[in-house]
């Protein structure tokens, strides 16, 4: 079946610190690619998307690419802040089946100190 | 545009009890799903529910079940509590079946003693 992994923090950066999350995934098919964050004490929201290979998702100063041949959506971001601390999930759709499901990786939780 | 509403926020249950959360998609969505998060496992898929049919499943035991009605408010039920059912669990809705971005809510966290 599909699956999600992604790099397992947890990840303290200092501000202004360039930011890595790697992403790979597994699936049948062509799947769209997420990426998820939740800050403390809240749900999820939606930080970037990509629906198809060499697509490139961006919000907030972060950027993913979806890169078919190395199957990976990897997270980046040039300059963390503070408030960027929260934790990061990738995802990945599945459509099949008649319904919508995500299939998501543990999470990584990243730490951004002053 | 009121978000998904997600109740109880919290709650704690001994073994054996059932327990049922609600939610409340936002306005115009149809499609409400569940997600279980636990430190463990992650994030892992309950059930879709769409026009009051369960269009999937998880792999998750007959004691965790859901519904959805006219007004596409759902609930899910978790029967015969086990301790390893403490998790915070998210509903999502979205307002198509198989398109679109999930929007979710602060969840429900159940402790199980």
């Known amino acids: 079946g599909d699956s999600v992994t992604q790099m397992e923090g947890p990840v303290t950066l200092s501000e202004e610190a360039f930011l890595t999350i790697n992403c790979t995934y597994t699936a049948t098919g062509y799947p769209s690619l997420f990426w998820y964050v939740q800050y403390p004490g809240e749900g999820l929201q939606l930080l970037l998307k990509?629906?198809?290979?060499?697509d490139k998702g961006s919000n907030k100063g972060f950027e993913a690419t979806y890169r078919k041949e190395t199957t990976s959506f990897h997270l980046e971001k040039g300059s963390v802040q503070v408030s960027d601390s929260a934790v990061y999930f990738c995802a990945l759709s599945d459509s099949g089946a008649g319904s919508y499901q995500l299939t998501f990786g543990k999470g990584t939780k990243l730490s951004v100190i002053p | 545009k009121a978000g998904v509403t997600q109740t109880p926020r919290y709650l704690i249950k001994t073994r054996g009890q059932q327990v049922t959360l609600s939610c409340s998609p936002i306005?115009?969505?149809?499609?409400v799903s569940w997600y279980q998060q636990t430190p463990g496992q992650g994030l892992q898929f309950l059930f879709e529910?769409?026009?009051?049919?369960?269009?999937n499943k998880g792999n998750f035991p007959g004691r965790f079940s859901g519904r959805q009605f006219s007004n596409s408010r759902s609930e899910m039920n978790v029967s015969t509590l086990e301790l390893g059912d403490s998790a915070l669990y998210l509903c999502a809705s979205r307002p198509y079946q198989n398109t679109g971005e999930l929007f979710f809510g602060e969840g429900s966290r159940l402790t199980v003693l």
């Open positions: 990509a629906t198809k290979a060499d």
């Open positions: 529910y769409f026009s009051e049919t369960q269009r």
């Open positions: 306005s115009g969505h149809r499609s």
